[in-house]
């Protein structure tokens, strides 16, 4: 059978076992730390790619791609709903109205922004009926003052569904004994989890209630809300859309307006941490540096031989070479296989971890999640496993260049 004698030989050395076992030492710990270099980056990667599916799916699946707004309440909002769901690009449309305000119950207070939608058009832009816990969204009944709210501000006032909540609204309303603060009793319809940050400052009540609590005609809408077939479309779709609609006096804004910060900095984040821990596997790639010199001082008396024998300084060259190379291919490939599975696993092990402990990483109260996320790409993989491989293929070039300079009779003269 053909077998090249650079393979040959590279092979035979990196699996014999050495008489100098301090180098077979170094060789075990360069494959090591390039092994977990490659395993860290893909499970840093993944949860980085799952931080930025949940911005985009829960929070972004929430919260407006893009609103269309005006000074004045909006009136014929129903004529310009047909117009923009006609615009290509855009999903869906509903409307709404929001208010700013406090949820009290038994001395409980918790800052929350209600929003008024409409069931029927709200189920379009929105994933919360797919994330309703009690209750329905359909409950939300015009002049019942129903409201929904996340799971994190139900446990904090101990309600369910049934239970009344009273919302405090910023604006002082004059009655004989004084100045009091506009309050609203209202009866919690429906309870929803997302996961995020929005489960404790969100509520829904119906459209038409909104209107009464902001003291506008009920047939009138503050906003606009749009979901756009690419959300990253939406800064440039949604100033289109206001210019097209300029006769009635409206503006735009999207969701980099308002929740861009998040997804700026995490893919800010991603880039600076892959960029950290590509360092990491080159330190571990350029251990295989040191090894190869100590290979090739320990062969000094084998290269003199097969130069003898008659190899060329090129098959030296290749002999070292293909050790090296081996050396970080069995590193990155079980890096690769074990980073694999702690992506796919991490969110399952860490939620049991936190159940076992009593403790809880990631507090909905700190972070827009509540849990560890992660999204393992092919791309990613391929980058990384690639990246590992060059840096110890380059890591072989100068070891097994010194071996190629290596003299027969310098080498055994003391032999």
Avoid at 207 to 217: F, H, P, V
Avoid at 236 to 242: C, D, I, K, T
Wanted: aromatic share 8%; charged share 15%; proline share 4%.
């Amino acid at each position: 059978m053909f077998r090249p004698l650079p393979l040959f030989i590279g092979m035979r050395y990196t699996g014999a076992k050495r008489r100098n076992h301090f180098i077979s030492f170094i060789s075990l710990t360069s494959m090591i730390g390039l092994a977990l270099g490659v395993l860290v980056m893909i499970l840093v990667l993944s949860v980085m790619n799952g931080f930025d599916r949940e911005l985009r799916t829960r929070i972004l699946g929430m919260v407006p791609h893009a609103t269309i707004n005006s000074v004045e309440p909006i009136s014929d909002w129903q004529t310009i709903i047909k117009e923009l769901e006609d615009y290509p690009g855009v999903a869906a449309a509903a409307p709404y109205t929001q208010l700013q305000g406090m949820l009290t119950h038994n001395g409980a207070v918790l800052p929350i922004l209600v929003t008024g939608v409409d069931p029927q058009y709200e189920k379009n832009v929105s994933i919360i009926s797919e994330h309703m816990v009690q209750g329905d969204l359909d409950a939300l009944k015009s002049g019942e003052f129903g409201i929904i709210i996340g799971q994190l501000a139900a446990r904090r006032f101990g309600v369910g569904v049934g239970d009344k909540l009273t919302l405090v609204l910023p604006e002082a309303a004059m009655t004989p004994a004084g100045v009091f603060p506009r309050l609203k009793r209202f009866t919690v319809t429906g309870v929803f989890s997302v996961g995020a940050e929005l489960d404790s400052s969100l509520a829904l009540i119906n459209l038409e209630d909104a209107a009464r609590l902001s003291r506008m005609n009920t047939q009138t809408v503050q906003s606009i809300r749009l979901k756009m077939d690419d959300l990253f479309m939406a800064p440039v779709l949604s100033q289109r859309l206001a210019s097209k609609l300029d006769n009635y006096g409206v503006y735009a804004s999207d969701w980099t307006r308002t929740h861009g910060n998040l997804f700026q900095a995490i893919k800010m984040e991603k880039t600076m941490i892959g960029l950290l821990l590509i360092l990491i596997v080159a330190v571990a790639a350029f251990n295989i540096v040191s090894t190869l010199i100590m290979v090739v001082t320990d062969k000094k008396a084998d290269i003199a031989i097969l130069r003898t024998l008659g190899a060329t300084p090129k098959q030296i060259m290749m002999i070292f070479m293909v050790q090296g190379t081996l050396i970080g291919f069995i590193g990155t490939f079980i890096g690769g296989v074990l980073g694999i599975l702690a992506a796919l696993n991490v969110t399952d092990f860490i939620a049991w971890f936190e159940s076992a402990l009593g403790l809880k990483f990631l507090s909905s109260d700190v972070y827009f999640i509540s849990y560890l996320p992660s999204e393992l790409r092919l791309e990613d993989i391929v980058i990384i496993c690639s990246s590992a491989m060059s840096l110890s293929f380059l890591a072989t070039l100068y070891p097994a260049w010194r071996a190629s300079r290596t003299q027969p009779a310098e080498a055994l003269r003391y032999e």
